[in-house]
Nanobody, 124 residues
């Protein structure tokens, strides 16, 4: 049984920073890509970023490029999303996702496992 548990969400003022963590358990992680998605009220779930199994490849949505950084610690089975210069438009529930393969892209079909999500609210 694979479990993904996000933490680190909260309320922050515009311009501030948050770091999300996603701890995984079960028989996956070190050989699989990981991703972050987000979903705002009334909107579709959208891709934020992904990282390959060994961290060599990273992909970001244009809307977060230069502000967000994804990283992973395979020894801790944890993936992180550092979010800087946050904007009210970043307000959403953020989901961690476990990829089907070593490399993953920006579509939900590349991912098999999902966390429950953590709320990020950015006030103006």
């Amino acid at each position: 049984q694979v479990q993904l548990v996000e933490s680190g969400g909260g309320l922050v003022q515009a311009g501030g920073s948050l770091r999300l963590s996603c701890a995984t358990s079960g028989r996956m992680f070190s050989n699989n890509a990981m991703g972050w998605f987000r979903q705002a009220p009334g909107k579709e779930r959208e891709f934020v970023g992904s990282i390959s199994w060994n961290g060599s490849n990273k992909l970001y949505a244009d809307s977060v490029k230069g502000r967000f950084t994804i990283s992973r610690d395979n020894a801790k089975n944890t993936v992180y999303l550092q979010m800087n210069s946050l904007e009210p438009e970043d307000t959403a529930v953020y989901y961690c996702a476990g990829g089907l393969r070593a490399y993953a892209g920006a579509v939900t079909q590349d991912y098999r496992y999902w966390g429950q999500g953590t709320q990020v609210t950015v006030s103006s």
